[in-house]
Structure formats: structure tokens, C-alpha cells
């Protein structure tokens, strides 16, 4: 279905982020001055954590990026 196209470091940076960004809104801080940011930022967070344990990203398969290493044989 997917051809995984993201490395370790790639998926270990989207899932730190994706819980930090998930997490914001519930700590309090800027993010509840707004609403946008209230609901935008889990949002992209779940996104970045569901890449980061698909190991697979969509933009980057459309623009030809892969940041996996190539098993050699």
C-alpha cells in the first residue's frame, strides 16, 4: 500500500513534535488565545505523529524525497 519513504531520525523528530504540538493546547499557553490554534495545533500534531509510525509522508512521495537508506545487497 505504502512504500515507506521516511528514516528513524525523520520519524523520531515527527513523533516528538507531533506529541509536543498535540500536548500545547492542554498546558495552557498561547495556543488558547486562539481558537484556530486551540484545535490547529493537535491537528498537526496527529498528523506528524500518524507519519512518524506510518513512516510514510505523502508530500514527500510527491516531491521525490526519501530520507530512508537504501538497503544495500
Not at 14 to 40: Q, T
Request: charged share 10%; hydrophobic share 60%; glycine share 10%.
Amino acid at each position: 500500500m505504502f512504500t515507506a519513504n521516511m528514516g528513524a531520525p525523520d520519524r523520531v523528530i515527527r513523533l516528538v513534535l507531533g506529541i509536543a504540538l498535540m500536548a500545547l493546547p492542554l498546558v495552557g499557553g498561547a495556543a488558547l488565545a486562539s481558537p484556530v490554534l486551540a484545535w490547529g495545533l493537535p491537528i498537526v500534531g496527529l498528523i506528524l505523529a500518524a507519519t512518524a509510525f506510518l513512516a510514510f509522508c505523502p508530500l514527500y512521495r510527491v516531491l521525490g524525497v526519501s530520507t530512508k537508506h537504501q538497503e544495500q545487497h
